[in-house]
């Protein structure tokens, strides 16, 4: 489980985050969401400790993630960036592979295969694997490094923007295999959407951010409402009933 | 495939190794093997310490067109050369027990290179351009530093570090050739045993901690190793900014691979092989021996232009 306690983060003088405390609940998918620069990229970045805390701290089962050891944290926690810093010649198969390292730490066993080629046939990229990585197109790119937090096999997945760049098949792909790891296989997914459809229809919980701090938190039927919605963006909302879920349309 | 290419560059390499032993070889053939030999022992510790401080400078800094020296490791080491002779004394300097001399300066250097490029290379994978400025700047600067030393030194004591200002891979120094047998030994050990580390490295800093590798430690490991590398190879041989590169762009060229399990052996063979058929080329059919450094810069240069060239259109 995933505690955050009094979380601050300030960055060019500028308060990010502020006094941030908010608890995930285990084997679900929680939702992300806020307007553009409202922190959740930073709370993600914190979490999976690429960032250090100006004050407070993140918990994962009990182990401070900023005080334990990095490998010991990689075996439980994987993290999808929305920033993607330029990847090399790597081929489309060797990239997933390496979600496997902090397994096997270099020396692959028959298994790590196995996994390996269960990811790439997840994400749809089978026939890919042999492509070098800065051949693929945006889609396709944001899917094998999709692959690849998914073939790291850990408890908690963090998913920022996943579906960037995604056609609505593909969109459907990597929804799907958000849910089979919940459902499933009783992983905690934290994903970010700005498709708030989508997080009502994936999601369990729903956690809203906005100006860095907590603005509101709970089942996705009760934060995916017109008042809520429509303080959080600014801007105005009708929700819908469809197929017994909210459906968000801008008004 | 690639350990098959692998194989064949080693052949090659000990095949140039017997050539320059033994091409043109008169007289005692004892006498001439010990001569030849120290110098061939001389160049494989250059190649080696020129290939592997190259390929680990790229790996952390994650581009394929800066090298240490043209950092400024090298002129870093002169500067600290010079610095020690200014204090000193030109006499009580070469006077030195040549292997602590050499691990006293080695260290100095990890300890400079530490505090002048660490915040350098750690957070920022900064844009090239400004990397390349600041290397460039700070080259400038440490060369002019070390130029104005050796105008403070005495006139008769500047024969001492003034041969030690310029490439030259025909004169190898071969004093301290056993504390930098030990050093690059050591650094290559220590190399091989985060080969696949590296290979998670080279995904840059977000990925790594992502994959549970201690970016920031290793990052200083590296540049720790880098330093003692440049050390030798620059104490061996002086400066030779371009060759580096030439080494590893051709290493790429050749076994374009991202595991460092190949990328290593790779490079070094190829340093090797490029050295010391380059020195049997001029010293024995060309006789022209001081001029190898300046060709392998010349060519080496070359690269570097036509890799900046083609990152701009990119
Ligand atoms: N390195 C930085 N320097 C200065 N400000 C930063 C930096 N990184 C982030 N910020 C600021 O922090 C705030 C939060 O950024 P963050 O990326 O977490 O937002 P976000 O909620 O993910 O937004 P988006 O929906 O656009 O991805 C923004 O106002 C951003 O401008
Ligand atoms: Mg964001």
Not at chain 1, 169 to 182: S, T, Y
Not at chain 2, 14 to 22: D, R
């Amino acid at each position: 489980m995933i505690s955050v306690q009094n979380l601050s983060y300030v960055t060019a003088g500028k308060r990010i985050l502020d006094d941030l405390s908010l608890d995930i609940a285990p084997g679900q998918v929680t939702a992300l969401i806020g307007p553009n620069g409202a922190g959740k990229s930073t709370l993600l970045a914190l979490m999976a400790r690429l960032l250090r805390p100006d004050n407070g701290r993140i918990t994962l089962d009990g182990l401070d993630v900023h005080r334990t050891a990095t490998a010991d944290i990689a075996k439980r926690l994987a993290i999808l960036r929305q920033e993607q810093a330029p990847l090399g010649r790597l081929t489309v198969r060797d990239l997933v592979a390496f979600g496997r390292f902090p397994h096997h730490r270099g020396r692959p066993t028959a298994e790590d295969h196995l996994k390996i080629d269960t990811a790439l046939d997840q994400l749809a990229l089978s026939d890919l694997a042999g492509r070098f990585v800065d051949t693929l197109s945006g889609g396709q790119k944001q899917r094998v490094l999709i692959a690849m937090v998914l073939c790291q096999n850990t408890d908690v997945v963090l998913l920022d923007e996943p579906l960037n760049n995604l056609d609505p098949a593909q969109v459907r792909v990597v929804m799907d295999a958000v849910d089979h790891m919940a459902r499933d296989l009783g992983k905690t997914v934290i994903v970010v959407l700005h498709d708030l459809n989508h997080a009502a229809r994936h999601a369990t919980r729903v956690i809203a951010l906005k100006h860095g701090r907590l603005f509101a938190e709970g089942p996705a039927g009760s934060v995916l409402a017109e008042t809520p919605l429509s303080q959080l963006y600014e801007t105005a909302f009708d929700v819908l009933t469809h197929n017994a879920r909210p459906m968000v349309v801008a008004r | 495939m690639p350990v098959r290419r692998l194989i064949v560059l080693a052949i090659l390499t000990v095949l140039a190794c017997v050539l320059f032993l033994t091409w043109g070889a008169r007289g005692d053939m004892g006498f001439v093997l010990q001569f030849r030999g120290g110098k061939l022992l001389s160049l494989l510790t250059v190649a080696a310490a020129i290939a592997l401080s190259t390929m680990l400078f790229q790996t952390v800094t994650g581009n394929r067109i800066l090298t240490p020296s043209i950092m400024g490791f090298d002129a870093l080491f002169l500067l600290i050369q010079t610095a020690l002779v200014w204090t000193l004394g030109g006499s009580r300097f070469a006077g030195l027990d040549p292997m602590w001399k050499f691990a006293a300066e080695s260290l100095v250097m990890m300890a400079a290179a530490l505090a002048l490029f660490g915040t350098l290379l750690g957070r920022g994978r900064t844009d090239l351009n400004r990397m390349i400025l600041t290397g460039v700047v700070l080259g400038i600067g440490l060369r002019s530093l070390t130029a104005l030393l050796q105008r403070l030194i005495d006139p008769n004591e500047f024969a001492v570090v003034q041969s030690a200002s310029f490439a030259r891979f025909n004169r190898l120094e071969q004093d301290g050739l056993l504390a930098a047998l030990c050093i690059v030994g050591l650094c290559a050990l220590a190399v091989w045993r985060m080969r696949e580390t590296l290979d998670v490295v080279e995904l840059g800093r977000e990925r790594s901690i992502g994959l549970g590798v201690d970016h920031d430690r290793i990052v200083i490991k590296i540049l720790l190793i880098v330093a003692a590398l440049v050390s030798v190879s620059t104490a061996l041989a002086g400066p030779a900014v371009f060759v580096g590169l030439l080494v590893v762009s051709l290493t790429r060229a050749i076994l374009p691979s991202h595991r460092h399990a190949i990328l290593l052996p790779c490079a070094t063979l190829i340093a090797a092989l490029l050295l010391v058929l380059g020195q049997t080329l001029f010293e024995r059919v060309l006789s022209m021996q001081s001029t190898l450094s300046v060709a392998i810069e010349f060519l080496g240069g070359l690269v570097f232009l036509f890799l900046i060239m083609r990152s701009r259109r990119s």
